[in-house]
């Protein structure tokens, strides 16, 4: 879904990097090269003792080519924190993600596939890697057909030690998947910065049960199926939109079905084809 779920959270000046939740140094946006952006993050996940740093850009549809997975990274604000990301090397394994992948100083990232085993785990092919990297190069990543479980394996080696990960976005937040010794640097909105003049709980409330009464969702819902709010707006014809994503709510996941978004009375609905924000209507 392009463009979908970068978030921000912008100072005027200072970008604020934190380790979940951690405040680790305050970087100015302003660098004087894209060379010493990567190593100030080098840095920041160096003191995090990280091996490497990883940020979820967005979702994308199923035929995105090269330019446009690369495209994630000129995102405003996230272009005017980490420039050098527009530099990096697209490894595509296919699937809905977007990832930008950060080594340590003096590390090198390898892509392999991945498939999990009837009794849950993950089962990779060391023998066909999607891509070997070279030290100190970034990656940009677009993998994942499945919200469950992530079709890629990431190992950062280091001279004879290496690390594992598995890319995935937490269906409980929309946020990156917690992975030791990997340092989350997405760029979120902070909620609680911008909701000084206004409480936005109010339109995000509005927005759910405007969507909530509409005939399809409310088909949805008599089925037993879920509605929850992503943590994310849309701009769409010219109105902030909250999204939402509806789907089956099991024991242990959360499987996402369709996304729709609202806003002054009007509700839209995600098409993955079109890659398009569509008119849904009121029912």
Known sequence: MKKFSIAVCVCAVLFSFSNYGECVREVSAQTSGAEENLAILQDIIRENECQAGMAFLGYTYENADTSEIL????????AAAYPFLQDGTVVDAGGYEIYAI??????KISIYPAQVTEEGEYLEDLNNPWYMGQENEVI??????????????????KQ???????????LKDGHLAAEAYCYDFSIYYDWDE?????DYSLDINIA??????TDEVSYYLGLGMSLWYTGTEEYIEGRNCPVFVIGTDHEEHFTKEKYYAAGDNVVYYYDPLGDAWLLLGAG
């Open 102 to 107: 950060v080594p340590g100083l003096d590390c």
């Open 194 to 198: 911008y909701q000084s003049e206004y």
């Open 160 to 170: 004879n030690m290496s690390v594992q990960y598995h890319p995935m976005v937490s």
């Open 140 to 157: 940009i990543l677009r993998c994942n057909m499945s919200e469950i479980f992530s079709n890629v394996m990431v190992s950062v080696q």
């Open 208 to 213: 759910r049960d405007l969507i909530a009464q």
């Open 71 to 78: 495209e994630y990274t000129r995102q405003e604000e996230l």
